[in-house]
Nanobody, 127 residues
Framework: QVQLVESGGGLVQAGGSLRLACAAS????????MGWFRQAPGKEREFVAA???????????YYADSVKGRFTISRDNAENTVYLQMNSLKPEDMAVYYC?????????????????WGKGTLVTVSS
């Protein structure tokens, strides 16, 4: 079982930045694929970004087209924490952001590989 706790959400003006953090409870954190998803009111949950490791210790990052170039996902395995740096925020980025952990990344359906979810943190972007 992995417990995930998000933090860092809040109110920001359009064009501003926020940094979300997700603390994981499990010691085997480094072996997990970590992801961020979001859900806006009245919309389905959507993929934002994911990061996975490989056998050669290289980390691969994946982003939704809507956030590419503005958001950056990173992880600190020593702290069991994954981050989402969000720059140049737009009103359409406003949503509840969820952290997720899983065993695999599927490009066509990233949520398939995620087995654990946090409760979310709200990001509000004012125009």
């Amino acid at each position: 079982q992995v417990q995930l706790v998000e933090s860092g959400g809040g109110l920001v003006q359009a064009g501003g930045s926020l940094r979300l953090a997700c603390a994981a409870s499990r010691r085997a954190f480094s072996s997990y694929v970590m992801g961020w998803f979001r859900q806006a009111p009245g919309k389905e949950r959507e993929f934002v970004a994911a990061i996975r490791g490989s056998a050669d210790s290289t980390y691969y990052e994946y982003y939704a087209d809507s956030v590419k170039g503005r958001f950056t996902i990173s992880r600190d395995n020593a702290e069991n924490t994954v981050y989402l740096q969000m720059n140049s925020l737009k009103p359409e980025d406003m949503a509840v952001y969820y952290c997720a952990a899983g065993s695999a990344y599927y490009h066509s359906s990233p949520w398939r590989g995620m087995g654990f979810w946090g409760k979310g943190t709200l990001v509000t972007v004012s125009s």
